[in-house]
C-alpha cells in the first residue's frame, strides 16, 4: 500500500486546514494540521480513514481503477452532444481594445444560402444519429443589414427543420432587431458581453467609429429575456476592469437579471491566443485573475448571487456534493466539439477556426479531410500527452486546451498545465471554509 499517485493535497487559503482531494476515487476531505501531518509523515493514528477513500491504495488496483474509469470516459464521450459551430462572418462592428480576432481575414458580406446548405448536407451525413447542436460565432454573427439577416434566417430555417437548438455569441449590439428571426428557431442560449459598468464597458468595447454600445446591450439582454430566450452574459477581465466586476454584479442584480432562471454568467480571461495584445500589462495569468476574484468576493460576498467562479472543480462539489467523473481530457476538439465557417472550411474548436493553417478540411464546394491531422486531435488526451502520465493533477485538469497548447509547442500532443492545487486552495476556502 501506498499513496495514490492521484492525490492533490494542499494548505486552504487563509486557513490553518488543509486539503486532499482524489479524482480518480471521487474523494475530498479538508484535514486540520494534525491529520495534515499525518499524511505528509506516514505516522497515522489511523491509517483505515485514508485507505477507505482511497488516498493510499494498492498501486495495481489503482491502476485497474484507472482504466476502467477511462473506459467509462471514452464511452459517454463518445455518446455525448456534439457542439458545432458556424461562422457566418469574421466580420465585426466592434472596435474592442483587446479583439483577438483582429488579425484574421474579413471579406465583403454576401447572402450564402449555397454555403449554409452544404454545411447542413455535411453535419447530416457526417454527425448522423448525434446528438448535436448548433452554435452561430463570428465575428459578429447578428450584424445588421439586409445579409446577414438572410444568412440568420436561412441558417435557423434549417436548423428548424432538423430540430436542432442553436446558441448565438454575439456583442449584442444588435441582438433586439434580431429578437422576432431568433423566436423562429429553438434558442438554446444567447451568449452577450458586458466588461462592466456602462463608462467602463464603452471604453473597452465601442462601435467602430467609436460610440458606446452599453445600453443597446442592455435593451437586447432585457428583450431576450422577456422573450423567453437564455441568456449568458460573459465578462472578459485583466486588470483593467478588474476593479468594476462588483459594480457589474450589482448593477445584473439591480436588473433583476440574476432572478431569472433563464439568466447565467462566465468570466472570460482576457489572454494572448493567436495576435499579441497590445497592453501584454494588463493581462492576468490563471491564478492572479483567480486571486483578485477570491478578495473581491471576500470583500463583497453578494458578488456570489452574479457568478460563482469555478476554481476547477471546487464549485462542481460544493454545488453537487460530490466530485466530477474523473477528466481525461479537457479539449473538446474533433471530438465534441467542431467549427466550419462560411468559407466552406473546417476546424477543430473555436480557438483555430478562422486561423491560417489550421484547417482541418472543406466542406464546400467540395469535401475534404485531413484525416491524419485530425486523428492526432482525436487521440488527444491525458494518456497520450507525456507530460501528464506522472501528474498528480491530470485527472481534474484533462491536459487543458490544445489549441493553447499548440501554439506553445507545436504539437497538438503537449499539455496546457492548469493550477490544480492552487486553484482548490481558494476555492474550497470560500466554499468550504467555515466547515469541519
Known amino acids: 500500500m ?13 486557513s490553518d486546514n488543509y486539503f486532499i482531494v482524489n479524482p480518480l476515487t471521487k474523494q475530498a476531505d479538508i484535514l486540520t494540521a494534525e491529520k495534515a501531518k499525518e ?43 456534439i457542439q458545432i459551430f458556424y461562422v457566418p462572418t469574421y466580420f465585426c462592428n466592434f472596435a474592442c481594445t483587446y479583439c483577438y480576432q483582429e488579425g484574421y481575414e474579413h471579406t465583403t458580406e454576401m447572402e ?21 447542436y448548433i452554435t452561430v460565432f463570428g465575428g459578429e454573427p447578428l450584424l445588421p443589414g439586409k445579409s446577414p439577416k438572410a444568412n440568420i434566417k436561412h441558417l435557423i430555417r434549417e436548423a428548424a427543420k432538423r430540430s436542432l437548438g442553436l446558441a448565438f455569441v454575439t456583442n449584442g449590439y444588435a441582438l433586439k432587431s434580431y429578437i422576432p428571426i431568433l423566436k423562429e428557431g429553438f434558442i438554446r442560449e444567447i451568449q452577450v458581453t458586458l466588461d462592466g459598468p456602462e463608462q ?34 460573459r465578462a472578459v477581465v485583466d486588470r483593467e476592469n478588474m476593479p ?32 499579441c495584445q497590445s497592453d501584454q500589462s494588463k493581462l492576468y495569468d490563471r ?26 472543480i471546487s464549485k462542481f462539489i460544493f454545488e453537487n ?17 467542431w467549427a466550419f465557417d462560411f468559407t466552406g472550411r473546417i476546424y477543430s474548436c473555436t480557438a483555430t477556426v478562422g486561423m491560417d493553417g489550421e484547417s482541418l478540411g472543406t466542406f464546400y464546394p467540395i469535401i475534404t479531410r485531413k484525416d491524419e491531422i485530425i486523428e492526432q486531435w482525436e487521440e488527444r488526451d491525458v494518456t497520450t500527452i507525456p507530460e501528464c502520465a506522472g501528474c498528480s493533477m491530470q485527472l481534474a485538469c484533462g491536459g487543458g486546451c490544445g489549441s493553447v497548447a499548440k501554439n506553445k509547442s507545436g504539437k497538438i500532443q503537449s499539455p496546457d498545465c492548469r493550477p490544480v492545487t492552487e486553484m482548490l486552495s481558494m476555492g474550497l476556502s470560500l466554499y468550504f471554509g467555515e466547515q469541519k
Open 2 to 14: 501506498e499513496l495514490s499517485k492521484h492525490n492533490i493535497f494542499g494548505k486552504l487559503k487563509d
Open 39 to 81: 499524511l505528509q509523515t506516514g505516522n497515522f493514528t489511523d491509517i483505515d480513514e485514508f485507505t477507505d477513500k482511497g488516498y493510499i491504495s494498492n498501486p495495481e488496483e489503482e491502476k485497474k481503477l484507472y482504466n476502467r474509469e477511462y473506459l467509462d470516459f471514452i464511452d459517454t464521450r463518445d455518446t455525448d452532444e
Open 112 to 132: 450564402q444560402p449555397e454555403v449554409i446548405d452544404a454545411f447542413f448536407s455535411y453535419i447530416d451525413k457526417e454527425f448522423s444519429g448525434r446528438k448535436k
Open 200 to 233: 467602463i464597458h464603452n471604453e473597452r468595447r465601442m462601435l467602430k467609429g467609436g460610440t458606446g454600445t452599453f445600453s443597446q446591450i442592455v435593451d437586447g439582454i432585457d428583450a431576450a429575456l422577456e422573450a423567453g430566450m437564455p441568456v449568458n452574459l
Open 244 to 275: 468594476h466586476l462588483g459594480e457589474l454584479a450589482d448593477f445584473a442584480i439591480a436588473k433583476g437579471w440574476t432572478a431569472s432562471p433563464l439568466f447565467k454568467t462566465q468570466l472570460g480571461r482576457n489572454y494572448e491566443l493567436h495576435f
Open 287 to 312: 491564478v492572479s485573475l483567480y486571486e483578485d476574484i477570491y478578495e473581491l468576493i471576500k470583500e463583497q460576498p453578494q458578488f456570489l448571487e452574479f457568478h460563482r467562479p469555478a476554481f476547477s
Open 321 to 337: 456534493g460530490e466530485l466530477p467523473n474523473p477528466l481525461f481530457d479537457s479539449c473538446p476538439a474533433c471530438k465534441t466539439e
